[in-house]
């Protein structure tokens, strides 16, 4: 029995101590294998592992587990992400088991966006169980070796078992509760939602820290770097759960004309700057939103290069 | 076309729409002789019913005359017949029927020339839309 | 009770175009209730009928009846002598009504005047809101009282999703978020304690997902 309940390379990073790094990636809308090969390949080396989302914002795309193997195949350590809403407590426990047996160690457990949203509107949902009976269900198959009817099952999945945290959704209050929950249900990881509040993102840490939470569970900072002053805006606005203070909105905007992005690449990495020296902060997940391409130059200038091998 | 002449159904309130038929009565006004006058107590007690009932019976046009809705004797009674006229004028649509054949007007007691001059101008509005079928 | 909604006219008028003799027949339970199935709903939707086929110089006859509840036998059995002399039946009832006389008289063309949306109340004069899924196994007093099954758009067992903002649920700014709901009710009865705890997956076997439900008791079987 290996001291890791996983192996996986972020899990092996995570617990030698070192700063983690991870990226993310979105399946292509189609079939289209190279395209994702090409996306994933600017993360090869500068990242710990990629989150293959799982039809993000209910569009559908290739399925988060098929384009996980494709980044297995590139070399590239994927974290599969499964949400609730496309599964019954069948579906999710037969592709926890499928992910397993071809390879995939990490696996992030989500509700998943109302498919109101997405591109399917029509669709039925399922919402058999949630993101923390998911949790739940991926550690007990893994540590009791048991389905969710409590029958044995041969081999267990060993995963690396993640969960999201949005430090600030409402009710603000709650939310260090629900990321206490959601250990204790049996995440080993957490990937935080985009932080740009920063104030508040400190004081949600500090009651983390309080209640030793980052003594149970290595918490991963979210980042994605803002590349215009529209993205902001959209995201302050459309996006639910998003906390863009109109202070960031106002630097971009000062910025001037062609420097946005820079601009937003700068508060990226003062922020990631920040989040190494934060009591409870793991490392940083980056979600470089159709950006996959910077993610070299923000990893080298965010002075997280090379990788470290463990 | 010049000779259709539509019939109308008015549900007029006893408050202030027929006190000022009465005004215009000894102002030597009349209404026109296409309009039927139906009285109630208060026009909130007009249901969608009875505004669909003229149709059926083969009236072109219906309207409310009612209190300003400021000064309705039961408070709301105009407010919930311009609601009812609202749904009727839905029904209607649906039913491609040119909602503009039930309208609601806000009078006042003594205006006697006011409560002629909508029949007329009811008639005139109906005239142009022509029979319903 | 049962909130349903009028089905839109043209649609109620596409399904019987083809026949002369129609009978609409209301309910007095929740569709009167709801202001969508009563005998005051069965009498507009016949006169709007009627308009119709006078305006398109179409021949109709139409017959207004209202029953004490479309869902019980013994009420639907009132319309045994009447039924067979009509070529199809609106019923303005929830989506039991229809079925019921559909089954009672296998012979009648049936067909269905009202959209049945959810099991709610009126919060307001003319705004009705959804409260029970009927899952078959209530949980309400482990939520505050408030069901998040039927409430929460994902519903959620262990708090809030992500999407949760400013009190609003991401489907729509126009739906509250239940769960910021439960959450401040829950502190303001200092028992946010109890929400800390972990629920496990629900069995859906007594809600829909366990197959048609049907249900027996002995001691009221005659």
Redesign the interface.
Known sequence: MSEFKSGSNLEKILKAGHFAFTGECGPPQGANVDHLKEKAGHLKGCVDAVNITDNQTAVVRMSSWAASLILLDEGIEPNFQMV??DRN?LAIQSDILGVYAHGIRNMLCL????Q??GNHPDAK?V???????LI??AKTMRDEGKF?NGQDLDVSPKLFIGA???PF???F??RV??L??KI??GAGFIQT?CIYNMDKFREFMKRAVDMGLHEKCYILAGVTPMKSVGMARYMAKSV??MDVPGSLIKRLQGAGKGKVAEEGIKFALEQIEEFKEMEGIAGVHLMAIEWEHKVPEIAERAGVLPRPTV | MNDFKPQIIAFCCTNCASSAAQVAEGMKKTLPENVKIIQVPCTGRI???HL??P??E?ADGVYVAGCQEDSCQYVSGITKAAKRVEHVKK?LE????EPERISVFNLYAGKGHEFVQVALDMTDKIKELGP?? | MIVAEPK???EI?EMVKDFKKVLIIGCKGCVTVCNVGGS?EV??LA??L???A??N?KKIEVEEHTLERQCDPEYVDEIKDIINDYEAVISIACGVGPQFLSERFPSARVFPGVNTKFMGGATEHGIWSERCAGCGQCVIHYFGGICPIARC????????????????????KDVD?IW?II??KM?EQDR?DE??E?????S?TTARDGGPRQLIREELVI
Not at chain 3, 162 to 169: F, L, P
Request: net charge positive.
């Open positions: 609730c809403r407590r509700s998943g966006d109302h109101k949203f949902n919402f058999d169980i949630d993101s923390m009976q739940y269900t969710l999201a945290s949005n959704a409402e009710p209050e709650f509760h629900r206490a929950k204790a249900a939602q639910p759960g | 249901e969608v019913l669909l009932k149709f059926e083969g029904i649906e039913l491609d029927i319903v079928m | 839109p006219i043209k008028l005051k009498g507009i006169s709007t009627r308009i119709d006078k305006k110089g758009s994902k519903s959620l067992l262990n708090g809030p999703c992500g999407g949760s903002d400013h009190g609003k649920c991401e489907i729509s978020c910021d959450v401040r502190m946010l929400l800390l972990f629920k496990p997956p629900k859906w």
